[in-house]
């Protein structure tokens, strides 16, 4: 397996662990299960997921970069958890 990180909104890792609790699982396979079915075709709602895409394109485009440093990293992912509605 690959190490791949991303940045949740608070609903979604509260969603991810009531779904992980109720299939007895982790939250990581539960994400690799979805994505399977994502990826596999098997999610119905093709407009909803290209819309989702086309919403959240440039979202990013004024955020900060970390540096790599020793402790940056950590201090960019405070400043965005901070920073989340």
Do not use: C
Request: charged letters at 35%.
């Amino acid at each position: 397996m690959q190490r791949t990180n991303i940045y949740l909104e608070p609903r979604q890792t509260e969603e991810l662990d009531r779904l992980a609790a109720q299939e007895g699982t982790s939250r990581a396979e539960v994400i690799r299960r979805l994505l399977d079915r994502g990826l596999s075709g098997r999610i119905k709602d093709d407009a909803a997921a290209r819309s989702a895409i086309d919403l959240s394109f440039g979202i990013l485009v004024d955020t900060e970069v970390a540096p790599r440093e020793p402790g940056a990293r950590e201090e960019h992912l405070n400043r965005m958890w901070q920073s989340t509605p």
